[in-house]
């Protein structure tokens, strides 16, 4: 087995208890700042496994997107987000409009809505209950974020959040999709992530703030 | 034989403790670029204080008196039950985390008494804080507990910790991971240290703990810092004993309780470095975001137990 | 190489466009590469008709369905091209605000939605789905002013969100077919997977929580009725040119991605599921849609509503199924298109002219412009569904299909909400036309680009309603026999 083999072992069955953290950290974050760093080490515990995966499943195009993962997610983007919020001179806290009380007792319930969710097919797809829950989890807290957090850049980073999800939500099931169309949704996270930057300055620069719940001119 | 190793625990509970304050107190220190006071300054307190006169304000009755001893006492008899070089301890009961907890809380209990009879307006302040502090506090410290307790399947504390010791440490448990989260933001609570309270404050208007013992002095004074002292050693004894347990020793040979002893040592140095990077790294919480905090540790507290009984791992 | 080239030039042509800085210039460069565009569109649709199916590569693939597609893409964007090339005289000169930034995202946005259209694989066309959120996310904020930029957000949040929903569908999708057996390479490929599905091992609980998800993330582009609030916003703030592609294109592409998978989800699991939730989802937006047309104040968020509707008429035509609901469906696709370009192309005249959209503050167009009130006279007319317009075959079309398979609940509120949104309209645009003109416009005659097109549109949508030409009869067939 040797030692890596050991380590790959225990990644595959740990790594969902290290991303329950990050989500419940993710609910009680008060500062912009803290919450692009949970996002890094979500991606990088995401990388772990993808990697532990291509290890223990001998694919050796997953290598690659793990490399892709850890370059793209745990490098490139949260840098980047860290300079948007410098640009953008905004006020620094996450604006949630619920408590970090209610928001952790929101993700508690989203972590059991998970488990149950993922209970019967779990079994038939032959996957471990605990990852599926918690790409699962994943995916309803990033969904969370975006709903409950008022700041544009909060927006942008639960889409993030919920896209880790649904990543990880493959990698579990499927070990990967073909590398090609794995290549081009992340070439299509980074241009989307491009382009709501873009937006975040034209919001500040026309609006002279980043709170979107004021973007309420148009309705009906 | 035993007997005398669980004694010997319970002794080095409360003996070291002041040590383990001032080992705090000095990291902090240097973490904040002075030099600090020497770690044995505590034990130097302790021994001015028990020599200097007690002065009570005229305006207080028995309970004054008594609160510092009941708290001494209650903390004293909770020594008795952390298990610290061995997985055994002086009393073994079924169900005494119960005990533990509620010990505690009637020694807090007393010195809020106390701190309400000694007549001053800091005083009431203090106790009326503290019972806000350790009334949220109680119900995510019972619930992390039991979510282990429930998890070996054991009511004891002992028990529990000799279950641990057979667990494989890799396999992370996220019960474990839940209730440790719980119940460290609880014992930075139950303790009074940041971010909950800020123990080396001098403004009366932040204070919760300091405020209920500022009309005491002499010997009264000295039980009551003492206690608070082995307060913090048993907190974060008990954390590790159900935590990170693995060093303790098996059997009652000397070589293998003088490698526990090391091991403990070790595993209560790294803690205090962790506690004063945390103190030093945070600041106080105002007192309306402390519900906040104590309501993320009974989330997770809760989320614990739900962790135990639906997915019991 | 056939298939290559239509997907070449646009972006070829957007980094040309960039290189033109004078305006004039770079509208005549687009107006040529939209020529050639559109007649290799033509060419294609022409071959694919002569030798059945093109391939190129293992991603790409154009059948009878992806014909008639391309060929409303083309005719909408030759009309768009015309247009925009007399509209933009009027925008100001910003940054990014120029005809040559204006040519060049258009060029990006018809690469993705042709890209859309001759995918082979589910991947792709998931990457080119989103790939058309992005590149038409700063088309729907060009104007940069506080209503664009929070419609340009609200499109891309909600949109990128919806397509992370398909994503995972997608995923599942590919899950079922790895677990019936098929190699991981092939199980995103359309073909395979039509062939593979009716034989046993599809596991139906995985296809209907796929389809749920596509329907749900690719409903959010379609607008369907609880996904639909991107919509209004960005129809009503975009500029007009791109108001008319929005809707008439890129509706019908989201619908496109839809349809390849109702036919891989009903081959699979049984027609029941699917078809029953595209009329709910139909049923939902037709009704929705036709009542918040009544309360309506500008004119282009009325005809964006109207857009949810026939989208939802379009759905409900696919729930049915049979061979006329297909047929209505099909057609409804590019009447629709060609009506709501007609109709934005009008209402993109009444801001250029009158400087407001308000519909209340507008009277008297009939005297003041009259050959403007004559375009929007008959788009009104096309689009509530009048003889002899051809919308009116197309809905009568998914109306027998319903009364022949005995839905009368979907027969009966479909003809309730046709005749809700007739009241609608002829409330708003009659109060537009009648009266005394309270307003003096800039130019009471139309632009030689203006009127060409709206003539166009107005003449195809008479043509259509007359009888449907045997060349688009035949696309029509070709398109059903591949969703069969």
């Known amino acids: ?219 009906g | 034989m035993r007997i005398v190793v669980d ?160 667990q494989d440490f890799f396999n992370i448990s996220t019960v474990h991971l839940l209730a440790f989260g719980a119940l460290a933001m609880v014992a930075l609570a139950e303790t009074g240290r940041m971010p909950v309270d800020n123990p080396t404050t001098h403004l009366e208007l932040t204070m919760i703990h300091e405020g209920m013992v500022l009309e005491y002095s002499g010997p009264s004074l000295a039980l009551i810092e003492w206690a608070s002292a082995i307060k913090l050693h048993l907190v974060i004894a008990l954390l590790i004993a159900f935590f990170v347990p693995w060093g303790m020793s098996a059997g009652d040979s000397w070589t293998s309780l003088a490698l526990a002893v090391l091991f403990y040592a070790l595993k209560l140095a790294v803690c205090a470095v962790l506690l004063s990077i945390i103190e030093s790294a945070v600041a106080k919480l105002r007192m309306y975001l402390v519900p906040d905090f104590l309501g993320v540790a009974a989330a997770l507290s809760a989320l614990a137990v739900i962790f135990t009984i639906w997915v019991k791992r | 190489m056939l298939l290559l080239l239509p997907l070449a030039i646009p972006v070829l042509g957007a980094g040309l466009i960039l290189c033109f800085h004078n305006p004039r210039a770079a509208t005549r460069a687009a107006l040529g590469l939209g020529a050639v565009e559109i007649a290799l569109l033509g060419v294609l649709v022409w071959q694919v008709h002569e030798r059945g199916a093109l391939h190129e590569g293992r991603y790409l693939r154009a059948d009878g369905l992806s014909s008639l597609f391309l060929l409303v893409i083309a005719v909408v964007s030759a009309l768009v091209l015309v247009y925009a090339s007399g509209y933009l005289r009027h925008m100001g000169e910003g940054r990014f605000s120029s005809p040559r930034w204006f040519y060049a995202l258009v060029f990006l946005f018809l690469f ?140 019908t592409c989201a619908m496109y991605a839809v349809m390849r998978y109702d036919a891989i989800v009903s081959r699979a ?18 009704i929705i849609a036709g009542l918040l047309i009544l309360v309506q104040r500008n004119l282009k968020r009325l005809l964006a509503y109207s857009s949810i509707e026939h989208m939802g008429i379009i759905a409900i035509g696919l729930g049915l199924g049979g061979p006329l609901g297909l047929f209505g469906a099909l057609l409804h696709t590019f009447n629709h298109a060609v009506a709501k370009s007609l109709l934005f192309f009008g209402a993109g005249n009444v801001r250029l002219n009158l400087n407001t959209l308000h519909v209340d503050s507008i009277r008297g167009l009939s005297r003041s412009m009259p050959q403007l009130s004559a375009a929007l006279v008959i788009g009104a007319l096309a689009i509530v569904g009048l003889p002899p317009f051809s919308l009116f075959v197309s809905e009568f079309g998914i109306l027998s299909e319903a009364f022949a398979q005995a839905h009368y609940v979907v027969a009966i509120l479909f003809l309730i909400m046709l005749s809700i949104v007739f009241g609608g309209f002829a409330f708003h645009f009659l109060g537009m036309l009648s009266g005394e003109p309270n307003r003096s416009p800039e130019n009471a005659r139309l632009v030689p680009s203006e009127y060409t097109t709206m003539a166009c549109a107005a003449l195809c949508l008479l043509v259509f309603g007359a009888r449907i030409p045997h060349g688009f009869a035949v696309l029509l067939q070709e398109a059903m026999a591949v969703l069969k």
Not at chain 1, 28 to 35: E, L, P
Not at chain 1, 56 to 78: D, R
Not at chain 2, 103 to 126: H, I, P, Q, T
Not at chain 3, 213 to 236: E, N, Q, R
């Open chain 1, 1 to 219: 087995m040797g030692l890596i083999g050991i380590a790959t072992a225990k990644i595959l069955s740990s790594f969902s208890v290290f991303l329950f953290l990050t989500i419940i950290l993710l609910a009680v974050a008060r500062r912009i700042s803290t919450s692009v760093l949970l996002f890094g080490l979500q991606s990088a515990v995401i990388t772990a496994d993808v990697i532990a995966t291509a290890f223990q499943e001998k694919l050796p195009e997953v290598y690659v997107v793990g490399v892709l993962v850890f370059a793209i997610k745990v490098m490139v983007i949260p840098r980047a987000l860290f300079v948007l919020t410098k640009r953008l001179k905004t006020v620094r806290d996450v604006q949630a409009s619920t408590t970090p009380t209610q928001s952790v007792f929101i993700v508690a319930a989203i972590i059991y809505l998970s488990y149950a969710a993922v209970h019967s097919y779990a079994g038939a797809i032959h996957v471990s209950d605990d990852a599926l829950a918690a790409a699962v989890s994943v995916i309803l807290t990033g969904s969370f974020l975006m709903v409950s957090r008022k700041k544009a850049l909060m927006q942008m980073l639960g889409l993030l959040v919920l896209e880790n999800g649904i990543f990880l939500a493959a990698l579990i099931t499927t070990f990967g999709m073909p590398l090609v169309i794995e290549i081009g949704i992340f070439f299509d996270i980074l241009m989307g992530l491009l382009l709501m930057g873009i937006f975040t300055f034209r919001i500040s620069d026309t609006f002279e703030h980043l709170d979107v719940s004021k973007l309420r001119r148009l309705r």
């Open chain 2, 7 to 166: 004694l010997l625990q319970a002794l080095l509970l409360i003996l070291v403790a002041p040590l383990v304050r001032g080992v705090v107190a000095r990291l902090k220190a240097r973490l904040q670029n002075r030099r600090g006071a020497s770690v044995w300054r505590p034990y130097s307190d302790l021994l001015k204080l028990f020599r200097k006169e007690e002065l009570v304000p005229p305006t207080s009755s028995a309970v004054f008196r008594i609160a510092p001893v009941v708290l001494f006492a209650a903390v004293v008899c909770v020594t008795a039950f952390v298990p610290v070089v061995r997985s055994s301890a002086l009393i073994d009961w079924q169900g005494d985390f119960f005990v533990l907890v509620y010990v505690l809380a009637l020694g807090r209990f007393f010195l809020s008494l106390g701190a309400l009879d000694g007549g001053s307006a800091f005083g009431g302040m203090g106790a009326s804080r503290e019972a806000l502090v350790s009334s949220l506090a109680e119900a995510p410290f019972l619930l992390g507990l039991t979510a282990i307790a429930i998890l070996a399947s054991r009511a004891d504390i002992v028990g529990i910790v000799a279950w641990t010791l057979k």
């Open chain 3, 112 to 251: 993705t939605m042709i890209s859309v259209c001759v995918s082979a694989n589910l991947g792709l066309l998931w990457i080119m789905m989103e790939g058309t959120t992005l590149a038409s996310a700063l088309l729907v904020g060009f104007y940069n002013t506080e209503g664009a930029v929070e419609a340009g957000w609200k499109y891309l949040i909600v949109c990128t969100v919806g397509i992370a929903f398909a994503l995972f569908g997608t995923i599942v999708l590919y899950i079922a077919a790895v677990r019936a057996g098929m190699s991981p390479a092939s199980a995103l490929d359309w073909v395979s997977l039509m062939d593979a599905a009716p034989r046993a091992g599809f596991d139906p609980h995985l296809m209907r929580l796929a389809f749920v998800f596509v329907i749900v993330g690719y409903g959010t582009k379609i607008g369907f009725v609880p996904m639909h609030s991107w919509l209004p916003d960005a129809h009503a703030e975009a500029p007009t040119p791109i108001s008319a592609l929005l809707s008439a294109v890129l509706l």
């Open chain 3, 269 to 286: 699991a049984g027609p029941l599921f699917s078809h029953s939730l595209l009329l709910s989802f139909g049923l939902a937006s037709m």
